[in-house]
């Protein structure tokens, strides 16, 4: 990998791996979810959709749209998986939960979408590293989320696995039925109409009074760097560096997530804390390995053999149709 890779590929394990904070921050200080949701998507659709409009191709925009009007059931779907939901419920889990529990948490997206992938007709058979990794990563969260499911707590960490569900399932959506719809301007699509449903519950919730600098600086990296930057910048990792080892930063935002949260707020790190994320981590690594054959003759979900079917799942990132085209990126 280049020089330039390297250093993109820093930039985006710290930026999808401080978010957890910077929600944390903002939600401690009284910020309601709604509001942070509405803050992260009308910020992301600000930048982005200007950067579609100015700096695509030549009638970009123009002959994106009818690809999003034609497909726009999937992608619907797709912004409530990747945008919608987990915006919220995110931000609402992390009014009681830590920050580093929430990273922890976010990180058995790629063992989730293995199981979810047997129960939507993936027909791959999973080998023996990617059942021991389906095995270890469920082991991790039991660990991890166990002992915060009676009392308070309970609902929280249920959202946060909600978010993680939402994660591994949306990709899913993209591969089957995305394949032919332009990756920024469907994500800038997906921000405005994440925008437009919180505006008014975010009307309804907004602070009386303004907000400290520090959660004021909070929410601002958050949503103009971590959400809008953060898709541009990944994008562009993905085209110096390749899809395949772009999403390895998928294993490195927990890390960042424990570190940051142990360091900046003083969140402990227990001994559980540590067994859940070698279980978690190194599950991921083994369930999202490529497993066993695929079998002979199977159809696609449209009926058409798959000339170059993609695996189960690929973690953080939607598989964007046949060849290993891939790139749609998501922000904690």
Not at 32 to 57: I, K, N, T, Y
Not at 77 to 96: T, V
Not at 272 to 300: H, K
Request: glycine residues 10%.
């Amino acid at each position: 990998m280049t020089r330039k890779g390297w250093l993109l590929f820093a930039a985006m394990s710290v930026i999808w791996g401080i978010p957890y904070l910077l929600i944390k921050v903002a939600v401690d200080a009284g910020i309601s979810a709604p509001v942070l949701a509405f803050a992260r998507s009308a910020a992301g659709a600000v930048v982005l959709v200007p950067l579609v409009w100015r700096h695509g191709p030549r009638g970009a925009p123009r002959s994106a749209l009818p690809a999003l009007r034609a497909h726009w059931r999937p992608v619907a779907l797709f912004a409530a998986g990747e945008m919608i939901g987990p915006y919220f419920l995110l931000s609402d889990a992390e009014r009681r939960l830590s920050s580093s529990l929430s990273g922890l948490l976010i990180a058995a997206v790629p063992i989730i979408g293995a199981a979810a992938g047997r129960f939507l007709g993936d027909r791959e058979r999973l080998g023996t590293a990617r059942w021991l990794g389906l095995a270890a990563g469920f082991a991790g969260v039991a660990v991890l989320g166990g002992p915060h499911l009676s009392g308070g707590t309970a609902w929280p960490v249920t959202e946060v696995l909600l978010v993680a569900l939402c994660y591994a399932i949306s990709p899913m959506v993209a591969a089957r039925h995305l394949h032919d719809v332009p990756e920024l301007p469907m994500t800038a699509a997906c921000l405005a109409a994440a925008a437009l449903c919180y505006a008014p519950l975010a009307a309804m919730t907004w602070p009386h009074h303004m907000p400290p600098a520090r959660v004021l600086a909070a929410m601002g990296v958050l949503a103009l760097v971590c959400t809008a930057a953060a898709f541009v910048l990944y994008l562009k990792l993905i085209a110096e560096a390749g899809a395949r080892r772009a999403v390895v930063i998928t294993y490195v935002n927990p890390a960042v997530a424990v570190v940051a949260g142990a360091a900046l707020l003083g969140e402990p790190l227990s001994v559980s804390v540590a067994v859940s994320f070698a279980l978690i981590l190194g599950g991921s690594l083994l369930a999202a390995s490529p497993g066993g054959e695929a079998p002979q003759n199977s159809a696609s979900p449209g009926g058409e053999a798959p000339q170059n079917p993609q695996p189960a799942v690929v973690p953080a990132v939607a598989s964007r149709g046949r060849g290993g085209r891939e790139g749609l990126p998501r922000a904690a």
